[in-house]
């Protein structure tokens, strides 16, 4: 079995045994270490050093989950004066950084498998030099909108 369909298989069972992520009431409800524990196992099964909760970063995922299921449109610039790096900004970030959107899974296992699938949201993820990172989700219109916001 090639090493990414073991960690498909890995993200299968993560994604069963985090069935409280199945909301995006999720970002405050202290379950925050079992964010961390399933993104971190993805960097450490590619040899990476594991990433932490970054509060700016998560200000600006929040802010981005927010302004796409307020607007409906899942893309990095939602409206004048919102895209990536105006968001960075506001949050107080600087540095290298990369942004995944996603919309429509209902899990963290399922978005984060997608965004595995994915050549550049992987190559975000997998990032060597990336040390933190904010994850966010918010329901509009019967699915969830996706950001994670990653930096080093």
């Given at each position: 079995?090639s090493?990414?369909?073991k960690?498909?298989a890995t993200?299968?069972?993560?994604?069963?045994?985090?069935?409280?992520?199945?909301?995006?009431?999720?970002a405050?409800s202290?379950?925050?270490?079992q964010?961390?524990?399933?993104?971190?196992?993805?960097?450490?099964?590619?040899?990476?050093?594991?990433?932490q909760?970054h509060?700016?970063?998560?200000?600006?995922?929040a802010?981005q989950?927010?302004?796409?299921?307020q607007s409906?449109?899942?893309s990095?610039?939602?409206?004048?004066?919102?895209?990536?790096k105006?968001?960075?900004?506001?949050?107080?970030?600087r540095?290298?950084a990369a942004?995944?959107?996603?919309?429509g899974?209902?899990s963290?296992g399922?978005v984060l498998?997608?965004?595995?699938?994915?050549p550049?949201?992987?190559?975000n993820?997998?990032?060597?030099?990336?040390?933190?990172?904010?994850?966010?989700?918010?329901?509009?219109?019967?699915?969830n909108y996706?950001a994670m916001?990653?930096?080093?």
């Amino acid at each position: 079995m090639s090493n990414l369909r073991k960690l498909i298989a890995t993200l299968a069972v993560m994604a069963m045994a985090l069935t409280t992520f199945t909301s995006p009431s999720w970002a405050g409800s202290g379950s925050q270490s079992q964010i961390v524990q399933a993104v971190n196992a993805i960097r450490q099964h590619n040899g990476l050093p594991p990433l932490q909760l970054h509060p700016s970063l998560q200000r600006a995922a929040a802010e981005q989950a927010k302004l796409m299921a307020q607007s409906g449109k899942m893309s990095h610039k939602v409206g004048y004066g919102h895209g990536f790096k105006a968001r960075l900004k506001r949050a107080g970030f600087r540095g290298l950084a990369a942004e995944n959107i996603a919309h429509g899974q209902k899990s963290l296992g399922r978005v984060l498998k997608g965004w595995l699938a994915s050549p550049g949201h992987r190559r975000n993820m997998l990032h060597p030099r990336m040390r933190y990172f904010g994850l966010s989700a918010k329901k509009s219109g019967g699915g969830n909108y996706w950001a994670m916001v990653l930096g080093g």
